[in-house]
T-cell receptor, first 119, second 110 residues
Framework: GAVVSQHPSRVICKSGTSVKIECRSLDFQATTMFWYRQFPKQSLMLMATSNEGSKATYEQGVEKDKFLINHASLTLSTLTVTSAHPEDSSFYIC???????????????FGSGTRLTVV | EDQVTQSPEALRLQEGESSSLNCSYTVSGLRGLFWYRQDPGKGPEFLFTLYSAGEEKEKERLKATLTKKESFLHITAPKPEDSATYLCAVRDVNDYKLSFGAGTTVTVRA
């Protein structure tokens, strides 16, 4: 089945530095990628939606200059957390829209998540 | 705005003790209702998609049902390996984003 590979799985960074998270779709082309963040014992909150080759659409309240999203190819999307601070510590998850998986996987394939800790 | 409410927040079951999880939703038009399983520190794992009221789907000990206002996830004779957080999400006909509920954390004791 469709797989989205997300790296790194865990990262610890110092306050003020930037961190890049990668999501790659394996064996399928992800024209649309979604980025979520999840706080402990809370649900997935959509941060932004990106379409290949165009600018990402950010949800209300999400700082686009802080969370930079690049979707330059049909198999790779990246989220860069710039000038990270402790309050950015969270679990970040990507999801790719896979139309071919609609019947077997619901049409949305999720990465395994990245635990970001800012110290 | 789409709204998804899951109950209960947490459920502790004895092995073999069947139970149900609820997902109530509000959308302008339902394109699909999704159930996912999420283990700690992992991404959601797809379980089911339901599209219309009256639809039911089964997978091993899990069965999902759908009405016009809510969905239920029935867990029959659960085992400890069924312990996880179960997430419900909806997709509106006017969009392709998913709106998630807060989840139900299920713990099954041997």
């Amino acid at each position: 089945g469709a797989v989205v590979s997300q790296h790194p799985s865990r990262v610890i960074c110092k306050s003020g530095t930037s961190v890049k998270i990668e999501c790659r779709s394996l064996d399928f082309q992800a024209t649309t990628m979604f980025w979520y963040r999840q706080f402990p014992k809370q649900s997935l909150m959509l941060m932004a939606t990106s379409n290949e080759g165009s600018k990402a659409t950010y949800e209300q309240g999400v700082e686009k200059d802080k969370f930079l999203i690049n979707h330059a190819s049909l198999t790779l999307s990246t989220l860069t957390v710039t000038s990270a601070h402790p309050e950015d510590s969270s679990f970040y998850i990507c999801s790719a829209r896979d139309l071919d998986a609609a019947s077997t996987g619901g049409g949305y394939t999720f990465g395994s998540g990245t635990r970001l800790t800012v110290v | 705005e789409d709204q998804v409410t899951q109950s209960p927040e947490a459920l502790r079951l004895q092995e073999g003790e069947s139970s149900s999880l609820n997902c109530s939703y509000t959308v302008s038009g339902l394109r699909g209702l999704f159930w996912y399983r999420q283990d700690p520190g992992k991404g959601p794992e797809f379980l089911f998609t339901l599209y219309s009221a009256g639809e039911e789907k089964e997978k091993e000990r899990l069965k999902a049902t759908l009405t016009k206002k809510e969905s239920f996830l029935h867990i029959t004779a659960p085992k400890p390996e069924d312990s996880a957080t179960y997430l419900c999400a909806v997709r509106d006909v006017n969009d392709y984003k998913l709106s998630f509920g807060a989840g139900t954390t299920v713990t099954v004791r041997a």
